[in-house]
Every structure is written in structure tokens, then in C-alpha cells.
């Protein structure tokens, strides 16, 4: 009966230290789970962090595209505007060159009769004008603008333009607020005061060009 009962005494024991080391292998699991839940539940609060600033970075982007497209479009209204003025230019150059070759003879005329009946000459117009030379108008040339060789928006910018549109629009007001754009900087026109690109050269409303609040004095042309 003694030797049952120590039997039975070694059996509770040993079976205690099993349960005790399985416990405490339960305990290490359940420690190390809770760390792992812990990592994940922060993983996930990061997460949400970097998507929202993925969001506000991919706004900002956008931001910039457009503005980019309207100064591609303010480059291409520019390019026309070069190419008008240079062919202006032309003109009036070709014009001024002709009533040059015209008055000179008329002058020479003009200053024999004068002279047949006493008068003065009349002053050159070198003396009006120092520029008004046949050197002035023999060193003028045509002027041609050259386009840049790719004017168009990158391939990369437009793919980020595509991406951004791609944006989920916020859920309430206060995130609306916080993902909204910036809008491109402006300044008022000084013909029709309307809110233009601050880089536009030309208004796209009244088609007035920008101009300074000093302009210069313009140059003395010849009579008609």
C-alpha cells in the first residue's frame, strides 16, 4: 500500500511539472502573440499613415502637372505671339527700307531747289535721328524663332497626371480640406483685371499682352 501510494504521490508530480512546463510554454505563446498582435496593430496604424500621405503627396503632384500644362500653353501662345511680332517686324522693316530709298532722292531734290532760290538745306535725318542710317539698314537681318525641339508635356508628367486623378476622393469635409489642391499662381490682368496665369504673357480673355507700369517712350517714327 506504501509503494501505491508513492507511485500515485510521483505521478501527481510528475504530471505537475508537465503541466507546469507546458504553462509556461502557453505563456511565452501567448506573450510573444500579444507582441505580435501589438506589431501588426501599429503596422496598421502606420499604414494608414502612409497612404494618406501618398494621397497628399499624388495631390500635390497633380498640382504641378497642371500648372505645367499651363505653362506649356502659355509657351505655345508665346511662340505664336514671337512669330507674329518677327513677321511685323519684317514688314515694317521692308517698309521703312523703302521710304528710305524714297525720300533720300526726293531730299537731294528738295535741298537743290533750295539752294537755286537761297534757303538752308534741310537737316538730315541723322540729325534727328542718329540710327536712321544706310548702315542701320544694311545691318539688319531677319530674325527667325526657333522652337524648342519638344514642347510637349513628358511622358512621365502625363502618367503622373493619370495616377493622380486616380485619387479617392476623401469621406467628410476635414478630409476634403486637408487633400485639396493648391491652385497655380495668378495675377489680375492689367486690361481687363481678370485673374490670369501669373506666367501668362498674353491674357486669354481680352488677348491684351502684359505690360509694364513704366513702359518706355516710344520711338520717333517717320512721317507718312
Do not use: W
Amino acid at each position: 500500500m506504501a509503494d501505491e501510494g508513492e507511485m500515485l504521490l510521483l505521478n501527481k508530480l510528475e504530471h505537475i511539472k508537465d503541466i507546469r512546463a507546458k504553462t509556461l510554454q502557453l505563456e511565452k505563446i501567448k506573450s510573444r502573440l500579444r507582441q505580435e498582435y501589438d506589431g501588426t496593430e501599429m503596422e496598421n496604424q502606420h499604414l494608414q499613415e502612409y497612404k494618406q500621405e501618398m494621397e497628399l503627396l499624388l495631390q500635390e503632384k497633380m498640382a504641378h502637372v497642371e500648372e505645367l500644362r499651363q505653362i506649356h500653353a502659355d509657351i505655345s501662345l508665346m511662340e505664336s505671339t514671337i512669330k507674329q511680332a518677327e513677321e511685323e517686324r519684317h514688314r515694317a522693316l521692308e517698309s521703312a527700307k523703302h521710304l528710305y530709298e524714297e525720300y533720300r532722292p526726293l531730299k537731294d531734290h528738295v535741298d537743290n531747289l533750295r539752294t537755286n532760290i537761297g534757303l538752308e538745306k534741310l537737316p538730315k535725318l541723322e540729325e534727328e535721328d542718329d540710327k536712321l542710317t544706310p548702315e542701320y539698314f544694311e545691318s539688319q537681318k531677319p530674325e527667325r524663332y526657333t522652337e524648342p525641339q519638344d514642347s510637349s508635356i513628358p511622358q512621365s508628367l502625363a502618367a503622373a497626371a493619370a495616377a493622380a486623378q486616380q485619387i479617392q476622393v476623401p469621406r467628410n469635409k476635414n478630409e476634403r480640406q486637408a487633400f485639396r489642391q493648391q491652385p497655380p499662381p495668378m495675377k489680375a490682368c492689367l486690361s481687363c483685371h481678370q485673374q490670369i496665369h501669373r506666367n501668362a504673357p498674353i491674357c486669354p480673355l481680352c488677348k491684351a499682352k502684359s505690360r509694364s507700369r513704366n513702359p518706355k517712350k516710344p520711338k520717333r517714327k517717320l512721317d507718312e
